[in-house]
């Protein structure tokens, strides 16, 4: 079984922000999986179910962001997990917007959600870090990260949290390279040689004249040749 976390602040006043990421996440998951309703539990709110025969709790702390490792590993223990079990989707300043990286272990850098959770049960945990770019400036980052998501995000956000759906069997699974896979084919999925999604038609103006039959008469074509 996966303890499968999404970082953020609770509340509405921060439910678009950037910062809230890894809640967005979970939610699309359990919507589209079928999970149930969440509840109140280990200081935050979860939702278990399955993935085919894999078992998985989602976890959302609702302790605020700097507070995250609390709930954790008050789940972690209820649940009888290691550190490997546990997978955290965060955002990550770090990364374009639009990319998502796939790590196990390391430090937290900064970011006060892994800094907590580092504290309760170590760093030999799994992350989804979920890029939302970085301002510039490290003294913007704080105001940055609790500003909501602009419209102009909104593509490609969406396909970054539909990938994160479409891949989180393998996350029950702990396979982080066939998620990754997953979110690829949201995020940039496959062209054909021609240059076209997979299954696109060509527009009428696009289809090659050439390639029609020629229906005139003689007469016609030669009167055509020669006006």
């Not at 504290?119 to 990260?145: N, Q, S, T």
Request: hydrophobic fraction near 35%; proline fraction near 8%.
């Amino acid at each position: 079984m996966k303890l499968i976390v999404g970082l953020g602040n609770p509340g509405p006043k921060y439910a678009r922000n950037r910062h809230n990421i890894g809640f967005m996440a979970l939610d699309r998951i359990a919507a589209d999986h079928g999970f149930p309703g969440w509840k109140s539990k280990h200081q935050g709110v979860v939702s278990e179910g399955r993935f085919g025969s894999d078992r998985a709790v989602l976890l959302k702390p609702e302790t605020y962001m700097n507070k995250s490792g609390d709930s954790v590993g008050a789940a972690m223990r209820f649940y009888k997990l290691e550190p490997a079990d546990v997978i955290v989707l965060h955002d990550e300043i770090d990364l374009a917007p639009g990319k998502v990286r796939w790590k196990i272990g390391g430090g937290h850098a900064g970011h006060n959600g892994l800094r907590s959770i580092h504290a309760h049960i170590g760093p030999e945990y799994a992350r989804l870090r979920m890029g939302v770019g970085h301002p510039g400036h490290k003294d913007a980052v704080p105001g940055y990260v609790l500003r909501d998501f602009p419209k102009a995000d909104e593509d490609w956000l969406d396909d970054v949290l539909r990938g994160c759906s479409d891949g989180a069997p393998h996350l029950a699974q702990g396979d982080g390279p066939k998620f990754m896979n997953a979110v690829a084919l949201r995020v940039a999925p496959p062209r054909s040689g021609t240059g076209e999604k997979p299954g696109s038609k060509p527009k009428p103006s696009e289809t090659n004249a050439k390639d029609k039959p020629d229906t005139r008469s003689a007469f016609q074509r030669l009167k055509d040749h020669f006006s």
